[in-house]
């Protein structure tokens, strides 16, 4: 039995994962905020754009290339940033790196992963992103830059929707906190996780080595939802994405953007993309859907646009791109693939989605996403 019989999509993937991680794990992965209501908005949503099925166009081989910052790029898609990723399973971003070195597409890093810039190094592939959760100390602000250039970051991504600390309510209930404790109540879940136990017995439980560098420099107590990172950061305004901009050397998004009105004046900074992002529901329970942000911040700029939230296969990466997004990004996706299947798990994603995209974009009549029909509303 082959991987595509035992999990032919994303939920197959997802329902494994939740059957290997401890619950508190598996809560902290698998929620929002608040409700949850962003979270299954943004699904809504997503299931409401379809397309016309084309007829008579004979065979073809889809073609899924694009291209991203004036380069080719063989994919639509890449792995976004999440944090605390050696949470859900250990060497959760050397796996992710790895992977996507080997698809030719994007990894992101979080500056509050497990592992630090100079960790991944070694694993980086041609296109390398670091997503910045602003410091607030110049100094930091600048070594933390310069660390991610040395290590073969190429793409700086700020990430401007997290002025303050969620309140993530399933989370604070499975009793997780930053860094994680293991209390006896999380002892008796890991207990029941084996293969999730002894990974973690090997390497240690997960902490965000790339602020070990800048930890000592704040004492300051923190909720349960919080860390470390809080301490050292800022909720960045307009001059901050100016210093950044003439800081970094390289690409420069902003993520987190669902307002049209905001782009010209990015663009004015010097912005080269715009991630239009609702943070998949997990900062703030009362955003519009994703996919609804993006028509007005396409109409908005000439800018590429990165699209997140939501995104559950290659119909939704056709239904993003379809809406205006220039390339789409997947965070809780491949974390599912991972704590599912380990170190198999994000090279099966991306076969998965190569498939899920050419059989959508054969039904469609699409030989390359430029041939992507207007996108129609399903009720």
Known sequence: MTLHTRYPALTDLRHKAKQRLPKFVWDYLDSATGTESTQARNRTRLDEIGFLPSILHGEFTPDLGTTLFGKPVPRPYGIAPVGMSGLMWPDAEGILARSAARAGIPYGLSTVATQSPEDLAPHLGSDAWFQM????????????????????????????????????????????????????????????????????????LPHMRTLDKYAATTDTALSSTAHVGYLLR??????????????????????????????????????????????????????????????????????????????????????ALASGADYVMLGRAFHYALAALGAAGPDHLIDLLDKDLAANMGQVGARKLADLPPPITLR
């Open 133 to 204: 959760y602003p410091p607030r100390d110049t100094s930091i602000r600048t070594d933390m830059l310069a660390r991610a250039k040395d290590a073969g970051f190429s793409t700086l991504v700020l990430t401007v929707d997290v002025p303050v600390a969620s309140r993530r309510e399933r989370q604070t209930r499975s009793g997780l906190t930053m860094p994680p404790r293991l209390t006896p109540r999380l002892m008796a879940q890991v207990a029941m996780r084996p293969a999730w136990a002894l990974g973690m017995a090997r390497r240690g």
């Open 234 to 319: 800022t909720s960045p305004d307009w001059d901050y994405v100016a210093w950044l901009r003439d800081a970094w050397d390289g690409p420069f998004v902003v993520k987190g953007v669902l307002r049209g009105q905001d782009a010209p004046r990015l663009e004015t900074i010097g912005v080269d993309g715009l991630w239009v992002s609702n943070h998949a529901g997990r900062q703030f329970d009362g955003a519009p859907a994703a996919i609804d942000a993006l028509k007005d911040v396409r109409a908005a700029t000439t800018l590429p646009v990165i699209f997140d939230s939501g995104v559950e296969g290659g119909l939704d990466i056709l239904r």
